[in-house]
């Protein structure tokens, strides 16, 4: 029995000595794991292209944008309202904020499909819509977008369908403000109205005639 009594002791602190050292080993590393914020998914793309709602319908499309905001950007009223923008008076632009995740995506690929969803050899217009809302304007949300999208157009320069220049500017990006819930996903819940805009007003056709097959909208 007194043998016994030794081996269960001799067992006990075998087993609480392992029972540290592998503590001892598993929390620093647990710890530093906890430590250590975890990698960003998603990134952000601003863009401006005439009217929101086909902006937003464009990029939609796009395998990796996971959601699309319609909103104001690039004047010097905060809060303004989609009346207040389309008066002119408040320096914004209608703009498109897409999420997107880079691992699915680039933020190269999504300038690319942008000059081809709009007209970039017009100043203040896109299409029938006229006056500086509806510029165009990639609005780059860091250094490294800003020079990705300034690249961008300088190679399209040189290899652009058209012969006219282009004006689109490139700035960075101030604060977005998103737009009124009902110009939200108005392409989904308005899509008679929709589609009746967007041909009356000669969107794709003059892409067409723009961009020919490689035409994004």
Same mark, same amino acid.
């Given at each position: ?7 269960? =002791? ?21 710890? !530093? ?5 975890? !990698?960003?998914? %998603?990134? *952000? !793309? &601003? ?21 699309? %905001?319609? $909103? ?17 008076? %408040? ?29 970039? %050899? ?30 961008? =157009? ?15 500017? &490139? ?16 392409? +989904?819940?308005?899509?008679? *109205? ?19 097959? +490689?035409?994004? $909208?």
């Amino acid at each position: 029995m007194k043998h016994l009594s030794l081996q269960r =002791r001799f067992l006990s602190q075998w087993l609480a000595l392992g029972t540290a050292a592998l503590l001892s080993s598993w929390l620093p590393a647990a710890q !530093a794991q906890a430590a250590t914020p975890p !990698a960003t998914s %998603t990134t *952000r !793309a &601003i863009f401006a292209g005439g009217c929101f709602w086909c902006v937003e319908s464009d990029f939609d499309k796009v395998d990796g944008v996971l959601s699309t %905001t319609s $909103g104001y950007i690039g004047g010097h009223s905060a809060n303004p309202t989609y009346e207040q923008v389309s008066s002119k008076q %408040t320096g914004h632009a209608e703009a498109v904020e897409i999420v997107f995740d880079p691992r699915k995506v680039s933020y190269a690929a999504l300038v690319e499909r942008y000059w081809r969803t709009i007209d970039p %050899t017009v100043k203040d217009r896109q299409f029938c819509d006229v006056g500086s809302p509806y510029r165009t304007v990639i609005f780059a949300v860091d250094d490294e977008q800003l020079k990705v999208a300034q690249a961008s =157009r300088a190679a399209l320069e040189k290899t652009k369908p058209f012969k006219e220049p282009i004006v689109t500017e &490139i700035v960075k990006a101030s604060t977005f403000y998103p737009a009124e819930g009902y110009h939200q996903d108005y392409y +989904k819940k308005n899509p008679i *109205r929709y589609n009746y805009y967007r041909g009356s007003c000669g969107r794709d056709v003059r892409l067409k005639v723009l961009w020919g097959d +490689k035409a994004g $909208g």
